[in-house]
């Protein structure tokens, strides 16, 4: 496995994870709601036994390193998968959308909803879904763009 690969995908999932952060923590402060993403990091946290806040309230800066910073781990973790199952010479577009919608369907159509942290992705409006496969797809391309840039380096 090549090394500067793996590392530019990680980089390149991390980048991507960088920005939707991003969007979530300005969509937070714009409609001053939590975003989907602290909604889910509460059930999760609530599954486990810890105290969380209402859903109602903004997270504080404590609990938005603990949201955001698990994100950025996963997204860290995608990045080293693309790497470890996407074969060096596939096309940056192609395998980038690939893993952006299979990385998208593995999260929110199958793992969130089996641990019940959070709503099956079929009962979502068609607005949330264009959001969350637009994410994952520009996820997608951003890891793949990572992992050939570090790769000729």
């Known amino acids: 496995m090549n ?5 530019g995908a990680i980089a390149g999932g991390l980048v991507a994870g960088l920005g939707i952060t ?4 300005a969509g937070e ?11 889910l990091e509460r059930t999760s946290a609530h599954k486990l036994g810890v105290h969380v806040p209402a859903d109602s ?10 949201v955001q910073g698990g994100h950025l781990l996963l997204s860290a973790a995608a990045g080293a998968v693309f790497a470890a199952t996407v074969d060096e010479d596939a096309a940056v577009i192609p395998s980038g959308v690939a893993f952006g919608l299979a990385f998208y369907g593995a999260m929110h159509w199958v793992a969130g909803p089996l641990l019940g942290v ?9 607005a949330t879904l264009g959001m969350h496969t637009a994410n994952h797809v520009a996820f997608g391309l951003a890891t793949a763009v990572g992992a050939r840039l570090a790769s000729r380096l």
């Open 3 to 7: 090394g500067k690969r793996m590392a």
């Open 22 to 25: 991003a969007l979530l923590m």
């Open 29 to 39: 402060r714009k409609s001053g709601k939590p975003s989907e993403l602290t909604l």
């Open 57 to 66: 309230r903004l997270p504080d800066a404590a609990e938005q390193a603990v």
């Open 118 to 126: 959070k709503k099956p992705e079929w009962q979502a409006d068609k």
